[in-house]
């Protein structure tokens, strides 16, 4: 962002951080924890999930499905860059509207 953009955010008591690399997960997840940030729900795809969990940093997952078939167009809950198999706990399955909610604690 511009130096004067930074500015007037700060003006109005905003804090702002510059990360060195802002895609380490690791730099991201210091400076959260320097808020007292504890917990974080994070909404991604492919590649931002496989990071996360390639860093160890997961502790559950919560997958939402429909019932809806859409072939090509479907996107993989990981990519190709996970390091290893992850290992995974059912800990809660409900149907809501159609929608199914499934959670799963990872096992380290």
């Known amino acids: ?3 004067s953009a930074l500015r007037e955010v700060r003006k109005k008591g905003v804090s702002v ?14 400076v959260l924890n320097k808020y007292s940030v ?3 729900m994070v909404e991604g795809g492919p590649t931002l999930i496989s990071a996360l969990l ?7 997952i919560l997958i939402i499905g429909y019932p809806l078939l859409i072939g090509d167009l479907a996107q993989s809950l990981v990519n190709d860059q996970l390091k290893m198999p992850i290992c995974c706990q059912l800990i809660d399955s409900k149907l809501i ?4 909610f499934r959670k799963f604690k990872i096992i380290k």
């Open 97 to 100: 509207s159609g929608f199914t």
């Open 1 to 3: 962002a511009p130096a």
């Open 54 to 60: 390639n860093e160890s940093v997961v502790d559950e």
């Open 17 to 30: 951080e510059i990360l060195k690399n802002p895609h380490s997960i690791t730099e991201v997840l210091e």
């Open 38 to 40: 504890k917990k974080l």
